[in-house]
């Protein structure tokens, strides 16, 4: 019998390096690709090394890694030439995530989240069609449209009204069209429709997971991606962050990359094809910035310094909380093991002593 072995791409970022540690736990052998662009998005301080690092001198034996660029379709597909049958899942983490950088940069934006995924999916089909292929989406997809919901402005945050469809939150019935996406959204729905497309045209198991804030303590957050992490890593160190628009008072809700990949565990148990779910932290794990602050504030000791900026980035949502029905009523043995307090308090004593060197 084959050692099963899983293809994750990203897999020195955040969700990427959360599911080879998880799957190697679970004594599958795990083909990792990953060339650090995320320096190259965002700068050093954006450098994933550090975590790479440490999964290669954890699991020596489970972890093969591929300094490649998912944009590269030769090597992308030697990979697969080499392992064929043997890849039972891929994991697809890989992205250019930033609104603000795509639009520094739309061709390469385009490059790595639409061609990489296109290619990602015909590898799999060429060489391991039976395998399962998860593709880390984003609420992007959605673009304004959650800004157009009526809401209300509370002490300290945005809520929807108390009559509002969405009060359990936003599920997947909301439309991605007519509305404005920012680039980076726009190369985002291109490979989500292209992974839907896949799963239904060709019957492979394909599944998009539209995240809400993925979060956790192997996030190199910086000021143009990762807000939780950069807010906490920013007050934790004393420098100045800027707040955009809303007063603050803009509600995200935040998921653990643990319970995230988890919930692709739960899906590569039991797949289907061309699925869809909306995933965060739904109305159990949400804030807004202001709220978030106060939390950090009292863990870390310190106080914020902060500017604000009342021009609001483009494709930023106002609230956006995740409805997790669909997804818990198909998988349900799947819950959140997190709330922000843990999730920060976890991502504040994990990092404090790499941040201050």
């Known amino acids: 019998m084959l050692k099963k072995h899983v293809l994750i791409t990203g897999s020195d970022g955040l969700i990427g390096s959360e599911s080879v540690k998880f799957f190697c736990d679970k004594g599958f052998t795990v083909i990792g690709v990953d060339n650090n662009s995320r320096q190259y998005f965002f700068g050093k301080e954006a450098s994933v090394l550090w975590n790479r690092k440490k999964l290669q ?42 609104h603000d950088w795509a639009s520094t940069n739309p061709r ?26 998860i593709f880390t989406s984003t609420n992007k997809v959605y673009g304004d449209n959650p800004n157009k919901l009526d809401f209300i402005e509370k002490e300290t945050r945005f809520d929807v009204v108390e009559n509002s469809k969405f009060t359990n939150g936003i599920d997947e019935s909301m439309s991605i069209d007519s509305t404005l996406h920012s680039l980076f ?60 628009g809303y007063k603050g008072k803009q509600v995200r809700d935040n998921i653990h990359s643990f319970d995230l990949v988890n919930a692709f565990y739960e899906f590569y148990k039991n797949p289907k094809s061309g699925a869809v779910y909306n995933i965060g932290g739904g109305t159990e794990s949400n804030c807004s910035m202001i709220e978030a602050i106060e939390i950090v504030e009292k863990i870390s000791n310190k106080k914020f310094i902060y ?23 198909d998988f349900p043995s799947w819950k959140l093991t997190y709330n922000i307090e843990t999730m920060i308090n976890e991502i504040f004593s994990q990092n404090i002593d790499r941040w201050k060197n």
Request: charged content about 25%.
């Open 108 to 133: 390469r934006d385009y490059m790595i989240n639409s061609l990489g995924t296109l290619n990602m999916l015909e590898a799999t089909k060429k060489y391991t069609p039976e395998a399962t292929f």
């Open 57 to 98: 001198e954890k699991y020596k034996k489970n972890y093969i890694h591929f300094d490649y660029d998912i944009t590269n379709q030769k090597n992308i597909e030697s990979i697969y030439k080499e392992y064929k049958n043997k890849i039972d899942l891929i994991i697809h983490c890989a992205a250019q995530p930033s």
């Open 307 to 329: 500017e604000y900026n009342e021009n609001t980035r483009v494709g930023d949502h106002i609230w956006y909380v995740s409805d997790l029905t669909k997804f818990k009523k």
């Open 185 to 244: 959204g726009a190369s985002k729905v291109s490979a989500d429709i292209l992974v839907q497309e896949y799963g239904n045209y060709f019957g492979m198991k394909t599944v998009c997971f539209r995240g809400g804030c993925l979060t956790g303590p192997a996030h190199s957050g910086t000021s143009l991606h990762g807000f939780l992490s950069y807010l906490i890593k920013s007050i934790a160190t004393e420098q100045k962050y800027i707040i955009y």
